[in-house]
C-alpha cells in the first residue's frame, strides 16, 4: 500500500514533506492524474497543482474531472496512472460524486494493484474510514449541503485524519467529544506535515496530536 496523506499549506509550507516523497517516488517521468473535489472548468487549481509538482520536475501530469467533465475513458485513463492525487475542497462533495460515479471501488483496486495515492487535506480524509471529522469544528467546517448520509470513505487505514490542525482548547473540546463516538484514533495534523503509507510503514512528517477515546496526547 503506497498513501501520502498531505494536511494543507502551500508548496513552500509543505517542502518537508515534498523532499520525502520524492524519495518515494520511483520517477519524475511517471504520470500524476490530478482529481478536483468539484469541476475545475478553468482549471485554476490544476495549474496550481501544476506548478506545485511542476516545480520538482514532474511533467506529466493528468487532469480527471468526476463532476460535468466525467466519461468512462477519461476514468480508466486515470487508472492507468502510477499515481492519483485527491484535491483539497469541499469533502461532503467530493465523496458523493466519488460515489455517484462508482470511482471509490476503483479507487481500492488501484491502490491494491500498486498504485500511489495521494490526498490533500478533504482528498486525505477520504482516504480513511469516514469523512464525519469533516463537520468538525462547528465554527468552521464543511458544509453537507446536499444532505449527504452515507458518510463511509475508502477504508484504507485505520485512523482519522484531521488537516489543518492547530490546537486550542475550543477545537480540541470538539474532537475530543467526536472521538468517543469513534473507534479510530484520530491525528490531528498541521499544515505543512503528513503521514506517509509505504508498504505498511507509517512515516509521520511533523508530530501529530492524537486524540483517542476522550484523552488526547503528542507523538513523541
Known amino acids: 500500500m503506497k498513501l501520502i496523506l498531505y494536511s494543507g499549506g502551500d508548496r513552500l509550507k509543505n517542502y518537508k514533506i515534498n523532499l520525502r516523497v520524492l524519495d518515494f517516488l520511483p520517477t519524475k517521468n511517471l504520470k500524476i492524474t490530478y482529481i478536483p473535489s468539484a469541476s475545475d472548468e478553468e482549471r485554476k487549481y490544476f495549474k496550481e497543482f501544476k506548478d506545485w509538482f511542476g516545480f520538482y520536475g514532474f511533467r506529466n501530469l493528468g487532469y480527471f474531472d468526476i463532476g460535468k467533465e466525467y466519461s468512462p475513458e477519461l476514468a480508466n485513463q486515470a487508472l492507468g496512472s502510477k499515481a492519483?492525487?485527491?484535491?483539497g475542497g469541499n469533502t461532503y462533495n467530493?465523496?458523493?460524486?466519488?460515489?455517484?460515479?462508482k470511482f471509490f471501488k476503483s479507487l481500492r483496486n488501484f491502490v491494491e494493484k500498486g498504485g500511489i495515492l495521494i490526498g490533500f487535506s478533504a482528498g486525505s480524509i477520504l482516504i480513511t474510514p469516514s469523512i464525519?471529522?469533516?463537520g468538525i469544528p462547528s465554527y468552521d467546517?464543511?458544509?453537507n449541503l446536499i444532505g449527504l448520509k452515507d458518510l463511509k470513505a475508502l477504508k484504507l487505514v485505520n485512523f482519522e485524519f484531521f488537516p489543518h490542525y492547530l490546537p486550542s482548547?475550543?477545537?480540541d473540546k470538539e474532537i475530543l467529544f467526536y472521538s468517543k463516538r469513534t473507534p479510530?484514533?484520530?491525528f490531528g495534523v498541521q499544515e505543512g506535515e503528513g503521514i506517509i503509507i509505504w508498504d505498511n510503514v507509517m512515516e509521520f512528517i511533523g508530530i501529530p496530536h492524537i486524540f483517542y477515546q476522550g484523552s488526547n496526547f503528542e507523538l513523541c
Open 94 to 101: 467530493f465523496l458523493y460524486w466519488l460515489k455517484k460515479r
Open 132 to 134: 464525519s471529522i469533516a
Open 84 to 87: 492519483i492525487y485527491l484535491s
Open 169 to 171: 482548547k475550543r477545537l
Open 141 to 143: 467546517h464543511d458544509e
Open 184 to 186: 479510530c484514533p484520530i
